[in-house]
């Protein structure tokens, strides 16, 4: 009698610890998800109405080493963010009123030297 109390212990115990270990899988813990982290590109420094803060020691966009972009799983809303700067562009392609396109101090065509902006696309050649 006692072998059989010590096995259905053992086999009750047996169970224990075999659930999914912490930190694997999806995690559902807040309403923001990541998308990325990225390298600022050139016109990241060049986005207008960005206002400087007062402290000269605080970083500014040219600092900015990585961008962090995430959605807002309730909203649908996008936002990029300076991982020092902390400044943040944020696009909600399901509202009317969303801030894009952002201001720029200078447009990729006047860094490249080409100087010419343009809406409209470039004119393809017709192959004959």
Sequence with gaps: MRLIGLLFAT?????CGFGPEPGHGPR?????????IY????????????????????????????IIVVVDSQTGEVRQCGNLSGHCIRM??????????????E?????????SVSNEAAPTANAH
């Design 11 to 15: 086999l009750s115990l047996g169970g």
């Design 28 to 36: 559902h813990g807040g309403r923001y998800l990541g998308i990325g």
């Design 39 to 66: 390298s600022p590109g050139a016109m990241w420094q060049r986005l207008a109405g960005v206002e400087r803060a007062q402290d000269d020691a605080a970083a500014t966009l040219r600092d900015d080493e990585q």
């Design 92 to 105: 909600n392609p399901w509202s009317a009123q969303q801030p894009a396109p952002v201001r720029l101090s």
């Design 107 to 115: 447009h990729a065509a006047d860094i490249d030297g080409t100087g």
